[in-house]
């Protein structure tokens, strides 16, 4: 019997296909941070460009490119709203967010976040057999650099200090912009051999991510 592990993402965040291969907008500052563990306890590094709002950099965003697994590389990558909460929990390090209000108007205080990341991708699909010797596929997305196509992410966040202290995200709303990749496929089951192996899924072209994200409320307070 095969089974197959998948967890659905973006991989979030984000307009850069490949930050090694594309610059920073002007103004925007670059680093490389490492989140996680996440829902399955796997660890991931990932690059993004982020601006706090300047003369030369107007408005707070976020660009990243997809996530790589940190130690297992056969992890499935998880799902873009996991991938956000995290970055924008490592953009406070760099920017100053507003804090909510006090109940009950804790969102009238936020700031408006612009969250991009690439759209495109292909399935490396990791087909092997598990200590009961049952068949596995464990998916993997790996972004197109050659694509231009990305996930737009508008949120409105505010930090408080209630227990335990966080970010909250008051407002998010996502619409893929600049398509230039197949529909979404979902990935078939692969079924195993006699050496653990990878798949690519599609083999010659590059299909688009999930973007559809939403939090209540209409627009920004």
């Known amino acids: 019997m095969t089974s197959r592990s998948v967890a659905f993402s973006l991989l979030f965040l984000m307009a850069l296909p490949a930050m090694s291969q594309q610059p920073c907008p002007p103004?925007?500052?670059?680093?490389?941070?490492?989140?996680?563990?996440?829902?399955?306890?796997c660890m991931w590094e990932v690059d993004f460009c982020y601006s706090c709002g300047s003369a030369t950099a107007p408005y707070p965003g976020i660009r990243a490119g997809h996530p790589?697994?940190?130690?297992?590389?056969?992890?499935?990558?998880?799902?873009l709203g996991w991938i956000i909460e995290q970055l924008i929990s490592y953009y406070q390090n760099f920017c100053t967010i507003p804090e909510c209000l006090p109940e009950p108007d804790t969102c009238a205080n936020t700031l408006q976040v612009v969250v991009e990341g690439p759209l495109?991708?292909?399935?490396?699909?990791?087909?092997?057999?598990?200590?009961?010797?049952s068949c596995r596929n464990v998916y993997?997305?790996?972004?197109?650099?050659e694509h231009r196509g990305y996930c737009q992410v508008v949120s409105c966040i505010c930090f408080t200090n209630r227990q335990p202290p966080r970010v909250r995200v008051c407002y998010l709303q996502s619409q893929a912009l600049n398509v230039d990749c197949q529909?979404?496929?979902?990935?078939?089951?692969?079924?195993?051999?006699?050496?653990?192996?990878?798949?690519?899924?599609?083999?010659?072209?590059?299909?688009?991510?999930?973007?559809?994200?939403?939090?209540?409320?209409?627009?920004?307070?």
Do not use: A
């Open 120 to 133: 495109c991708f292909r399935w490396h699909v990791y087909v092997y057999r598990d200590e009961k010797d």
């Open 140 to 145: 993997l997305r790996v972004g197109c650099p």
């Open 183 to 221: 529909p979404y496929e979902e990935p078939p089951l692969f079924e195993c051999s006699d050496r653990p192996r990878w798949e690519f899924y599609p083999q010659t072209y590059c299909i688009q991510s999930e973007c559809n994200l939403s939090e209540p409320g209409n627009s920004c307070p």
């Open 27 to 41: 103004g925007w500052n670059m680093t490389t941070v490492t989140i996680g563990p996440d829902p399955n306890g």
């Open 68 to 79: 790589r697994p940190v130690g297992n590389p056969t992890c499935p990558t998880p799902n």
